[in-house]
């Protein structure tokens, strides 16, 4: 099993460009998530899907947009990149809210390291 | 008061020393308490899970959890240099959500 992939991995973009981050995972996972991670304020969320269908937005959801293709795949779309917006992203999903609590553990993608000039 | 809180700063330890890692929160009713481990311009790698009071060990680590004094740490014995990395403390608040600190880096000097 791959678990959580992402592509791609590294990203330039100049100010006004649109890019969307692509997301999939292999686990049968019902829940996916997106972060963000910047030195000095920890992960933040951006937007999350706790199942196929179904998105929400996070803590920092402004400027971004998302996709729930399908139970793999979750894209997330930046629509006029800003420099605010140079950051790592990480992909991440977990099973459910389910009565096992070990269906909140969350694994994580290896991430997309994205500049905005 | 910030949901999920790290406040030590780096810490350094001697090879083979014990690293200890604490982590309060704010919601009373998380149940649920993660720690994970990052490596430079790496991933968040999950070490440990624990979601009853008391003690957790798996292997070298061990995770402790007192939910009346809402704190959750994580001990590291026998440290070696690979456990030189940053943890992040995440616990699962009434939202579904986890919450997280901002980790604390851990240096273990040979």
């Known amino acids: 099993n791959a678990g959580v992939t992402q592509t791609p991995k590294f990203q330039v973009l100049k100010t006004g460009q649109s890019m969307t981050l692509q997301c999939a995972q292999d686990?049968?996972?019902?829940?996916m998530y997106w972060y963000r991670q910047d030195p000095g304020m920890g992960l933040r969320l951006i937007y999350y899907?706790?199942?196929?269908?179904?998105?929400d937005k996070g803590e920092v959801p402004n400027g971004y947009n998302v996709s729930r293709l399908n139970k793999r795949e979750f894209s997330l779309r930046l629509e006029s990149a800003a420099p605010s917006q140079t950051s790592v992203y990480f992909c991440a999903s977990s099973g459910t809210g389910g009565p096992l609590p070990s269906y909140n553990e969350q694994f994580f993608g290896p991430g997309t390291r994205l500049t905005v000039l | 008061q910030k949901e999920v809180e790290q406040n030590s700063g780096p810490l350094s330890v001697p090879e083979g020393a014990i690293a200890s890692l604490n982590c309060t929160y704010s919601?009373?009713?998380?149940?649920?308490f993660f720690w994970y481990r990052q490596y430079s311009g790496k991933s968040p790698e999950l070490i440990m899970s624990?979601?009853?009071?008391g003690d957790k060990e798996d292997g070298r680590f061990t995770a402790q959890l007192n939910k009346a004094s809402q704190y959750v740490s994580l001990l590291i014995r026998d440290s070696q240099p690979s456990d030189s990395a940053t943890y992040l403390c995440a616990v699962k608040g009434r939202n579904n959500r986890l919450a997280f600190g901002k980790g604390n880096q851990v240096v273990v000097i040979p």
């Open positions: 899907s706790a199942s196929e269908g179904t998105t």
């Open positions: 919601d009373r009713v998380s149940q649920s």
């Open positions: 624990i979601y009853s009071n």
């Open positions: 686990m049968n996972h019902n829940s």
